[in-house]
């Protein structure tokens, strides 16, 4: 009776969302938002680009690391503590990263400095400044990240299991938008104001944020579950994930400054190393979950077909989606390499990517309402197969004067054909979850996603820079070099390019397999209308 008296309180739940999708998405756009300054940093700081450029790259590293980290345990932390304490916490620990970093070069800065001098050291300045923002933008993706799983499993509280998908779908293209829209927002933010007011601005509007959520949540139920965390599966989790994303490069941040597959960091002379630590750390994870009492994923979990199936479909989702984020920027600047200015390639870029991501987003909506009048079985093969033609039509009609226009219609089919997957994935593995493990398999939804999207990266860098020398021997009877042959390094660029199309056709096609499995519900009620 009491949860009924509580139920009649809760206010609407699409309100609720709105609310809770504002910070998910300023978190998400604070992961790229820093390509916009931080050549201007670098600079201002007055460090050698020798020896600090790739510290420098931390503060964009340092925040997917941090970020993909907190995604792994805050969701699990939620269903033992309540959604709501995780949420305000971690709203919290957003704003102290985003003070921090709107504050390094002044008091934060003075505070390690002098830390440094009574511990003996005598540390440049403006390093000692770029720590402090490194550190930061850690803290603030602490926050960032949390909010993410932590969000979806609100959904799954908020909302019964048949209209999940639609708000479901929501979040993860919302997230998804919000990181790919941040180095524009970037850009066009620093043409009027300082790079710190960027940090700034996070500060009210995410404690609005906070109050309004502290309000609209009094009332909704916080169950806290039965359990303990799990510390040991936890740290080797986190151990396996740092060691694979700084393997394979830790470099997801898509930029129209891409003008080469050579200027997208191959795969380092330690990352085997790295990988084969990040295996063996993986394998003692599955051992220690599958023996202790309440893991922190529960590999039982994985036996029932929606939550494994829609998992896996996930990974191959995020792979496909890296493919058109690094292909635009690549044709776009190989294009413009001799006849535009960079600028208008970068705007240009920010278009071209926005006919990708914003259709990608608004096709969260359409595909919860397919998803509950089809299942998502279907839902997710629909959206698979216009992916799949966007991509097709890609390989096809690629070539060095390719319209702008047929590029965006393309990208546009891709974008819609890969948000259409988002609502029916997370519902199918959010449903077939436990209540008390909700906010663990909310955290599955996001996190395969990146990691398909680390793995793209890497393997397509890997992938198109051989075949670029193959081509080069092909036609030149040597590697090409891109100062002494522009315009046939531009058409070899572009024909790698277009058969990158036919790699994402084909990884879509593999996608399929396993969304085919994704039964029609889990004994939840199919709408037959929206209305319903």
């Known amino acids: 009776m009491q949860t009924t008296n509580q139920h009649k309180h809760v206010h609407n ?30 600079l201002e700081l007055e460090l050698p680009l020798q020896s600090d450029l790739d510290d420098a790259a931390w503060i964009v590293s340092g925040y997917l690391l941090a970020y993909t980290i907190s995604m792994t345990f805050m969701g699990r932390v939620s269903d033992l503590v309540g959604r709501r304490r995780v949420y305000i916490a971690s709203l919290i620990i957003f704003i102290v990263g985003s003070i921090i970093v709107a504050t390094a070069d002044a008091t934060p800065t003075q505070i390690a400095y002098n830390l440094y001098r009574r511990m003996g050291e005598r540390p440049d300045r403006n390093n000692v400044t770029l720590q402090v923002i490194i550190l930061g933008r850690v803290i603030q993706a602490l926050g960032a990240g949390a909010l993410v799983p932590v969000s979806l499993a609100l959904v799954g509280d908020l909302f019964p299991a048949g209209r999940r998908a639609w708000p479901l779908g929501i979040i993860g293209a919302i997230d998804t938008l919000g990181w790919v829209l941040g180095h524009l927002y970037g850009g066009i933010m620093v043409q009027f104001t300082a790079w710190q007011n960027l940090f700034w601005i996070n500060v009210p509007i995410t404690l609005a944020a906070l109050g309004a959520t502290w309000w609209f949540l009094r009332h909704v139920p916080q169950p806290r579950h039965k359990g303990r965390f799990d510390f040991a599966g936890a740290i080797l989790i986190i151990s396996a ?23 997208l960091s191959s795969l380092p002379a330690y990352a085997l190393p790295l990988l084969s630590v990040a295996l063996l750390l993986f394998i003692g994870f599955i051992a220690v979950e599958s023996r202790v009492r309440y893991p922190l994923f529960d590999l039982n979990m994985f036996k029932r077909r929606n939550l494994s199936s829609g998992s896996l479909t996930n990974l191959f989702v995020g ?51 397919l998803s509950n009048r089809v299942g998502y079985q279907r839902a997710t093969a629909i959206g698979l197969g216009i992916a799949l033609l966007g991509f097709g039509l890609v390989w096809r009609t690629w070539r060095i004067d390719i319209s702008d226009m047929l590029v965006a219609f393309e990208m546009a089919l891709i974008g819609i054909g890969l948000g259409l997957t988002f609502s029916p994935i997370s519902a199918a593995v ?3 979850a436990d209540e008390d493990k909700r906010g663990s398999a909310s955290a599955l939804v996001i996190i395969l996603r990146l990691i398909g999207m680390t793995l793209s990266i890497s393997a397509l860098t890997t ?12 036609q030149l009877g040597g590697p090409v070099d891109p100062f002494g042959a522009i315009d046939v390094y531009a ?22 397999v396993p969304a085919l499995l994704l039964r029609r519900h889990d004994g939840e009620t199919i709408l037959k209308s929206a209305a319903d």
């Open 241 to 263: 994930l740092i060691a694979l994303n700084i393997g394979l490069g830790a470099n997801i941040e898509v930029s129209g400054a891409t003008a080469s597959f050579e200027e």
């Open 491 to 512: 058409n070899i660029t572009v024909k790698v390019l277009a058969e990158l199309g036919l790699v994402g056709a084909v990884v879509c096609a593999i996608a399929l």
């Open 319 to 369: 792979f496909s989606l890296m493919i058109g984020l690094v292909s635009v920027p690549i044709l776009v600047n190989v294009r413009a390499e001799d006849a535009t200015e960079l600028t208008e390639a970068a705007l240009r870029v920010g278009v071209l990517l926005s006919a990708l991501t914003v259709p990608m987003a608004l096709a969260a909506i359409p595909g919860g309402w």
């Open 430 to 432: 959010i449903n077939a």
């Open 463 to 474: 992938i198109s820079l051989r075949r670029v020398n193959a081509l080069a021997v092909e």
């Open 13 to 42: 739940p699409w309100l609720i969302l709105a609310i809770i999708s504002l910070p998910v998405f300023i978190g998400a756009l604070d992961l790229t938002i820093v390509s916009a300054f931080l050549p201007e940093l670098i």
